[in-house]
């Protein structure tokens, strides 16, 4: 078997055999088929596509390439839940709260932030003493006392995917849904978890632009995730305005704190909404209940008490989450205020994450350091009605001078009408 006649087969638009996929993916993590033959099999599969079993098989070769979690020991309480990225999506610090304190098993390995898209393992490092590199039998320990670890990446943990996503990055090949669904689904299934719930993107802080792309996304990786035994849902939600108010790892963990203490806006119905599908599925229960059960232990104040147990178990500072005051201040603070009358009628999340970049929150590159004091909380969202001179955001950053440029980013991200928009729907659907 050779890798050129793996990749002339796809390039011809051929079905590839189980063997054939098993031994490129091998020979791409031991080195014997090089970068320029990959990234050829890459533009093959971009261009050509991949049927439903082809991915499969993909994914599974690619799960199996590295290290792999065994939460057999949790059997049916082990649940995962991934998102594919956004702006203010602080959803996780909400949802490994809420489904650990009804008894469930969320043993969760997070990735950093990289360009307009935040990480669950950079908010958490705000969070003075959080450890975020456990060990395996320690993470697993963790999981068995407070229900919840959450986690960086291993460093063996699918390199498959490591070494294909640096390529696809440099070569225009990232926009696959074959290729997108086996890296997520790869990672998540090396993950170990029983019940998986996926939240899917859609819209200008997205990857996925469109509704209908998402469902295609969607669809696929609760089909892989079904084939390989999991129990499966993906919800589809809008990521067309940032989530919640507040962008910025510290900014963030703050507002996780106030929706567990009783805020409620749309990152409690989003995050409400992913508890209570991965609450059903571990649970065997009515979605109703679900609900229920997610809510309860939120009011009760239940939820909160199990984040700061699992936070305090992972070497983090709880008094930060009693007291928000504790966290670092910005050394400045720029507001930003409406130059008309009208409605806010788009936001584009995207840009807006951007700029928080630039104001210290965010990376351009790995290794980037970043300011955890860093970011905007917004004050106004779309479809809300404002007058000339309200306060629409204010931004925080330790960098001088920036205040021009904080104005400018802003105003060129948010559009205005006279007119109200039509509303658009937090939750699109729910692919099971």
């Not at 089909?223 to 990521?239: F, N, Q, V």
């Amino acid at each position: 078997m050779k890798a050129y006649d793996i990749i002339l087969k796809k390039r011809n638009g051929e079905v590839l055999t189980e063997d054939e996929i098993r031994f490129f993916i091998r020979g791409i993590v031991d080195g014997s088929i090089p970068d320029y033959q990959a990234t050829a099999f890459l533009m093959a599969v971009y261009f050509r596509g991949m049927t439903d079993e082809e991915t499969v098989t993909l994914t599974d070769a690619m799960m199996h390439s590295g290290d792999t979690v065994d939460l057999s020991r949790f059997g049916q309480l082990s649940v995962d839940k991934h998102s594919t990225g956004g702006v203010g999506d602080k959803t996780s610090l909400i949802v490994a709260p809420i489904v650990g304190s009804l008894g469930l098993k969320l043993a969760k390995m997070s990735g950093r932030g990289l360009g307009h898209t935040g990480g669950t393992v950079d908010k958490l490092e705000s969070i003075p003493g959080y450890r975020t590199d456990l060990p395996a039998d320690a993470f697993l320990r963790q999981v068995e006392k407070t229900n919840i670890a959450v986690i960086g990446q291993t460093g063996n943990m699918v390199p498959a995917d490591k070494i294909l996503y640096s390529l696809r990055d440099v070569t225009a090949t990232v926009d696959s849904i074959p290729l997108i669904t086996s890296s997520i689904m790869s990672k998540k299934l090396a993950a170990g978890a029983h019940t998986i719930v996926l939240d899917v993107k859609t819209g200008s802080g997205a990857f996925m632009k469109t509704p209908a792309d998402a469902r295609v996304l969607a669809e696929k990786m609760v089909l892989i995730g079904k084939a390989c035994g999991r129990k499966m849902a993906a919800l589809i939600t809008d990521m067309d305005t940032p989530l919640g108010t507040n962008i910025g790892n510290a900014l963030e963990v703050k507002e996780a704190v106030e929706v567990l203490r009783g805020k409620k806006n749309d990152l409690y119905e989003v995050s409400i909404a992913l508890a209570s599908n991965i609450t059903a599925l571990a649970l065997q229960l009515p979605i109703d209940e679900a609900k229920a059960r997610c809510e309860q232990t939120v009011a009760s104040g239940a939820a909160f008490d199990k984040m700061k147990e699992w936070i305090s178990s992972q070497g983090g500072d709880v008094t930060y989450l009693e007291d928000l005051s504790r966290f670092p201040q910005a050394k400045y603070e720029i507001p930003i205020r409406a130059e008309r009358d009208g409605y806010i009628t788009h936001m584009d999340a995207e840009k807006l994450g951007l700029l928080c970049v630039e104001l210290g929150a965010g990376r351009r590159k790995k290794g980037d350091s970043i300011d955890f004091s860093a970011g905007l909380i917004l004050c106004a969202k779309t479809g809300d009605l404002i007058c000339k001179g309200d306060l629409l955001a204010t931004a925080y950053t330790s960098i001088p001078g920036l205040e021009e440029t904080v104005n400018g980013a802003y105003h060129d991200a948010v559009s205005y009408s006279d007119a109200a928009p039509e509303k658009k729907p937090l939750i699109y659907d729910v692919i099971s």
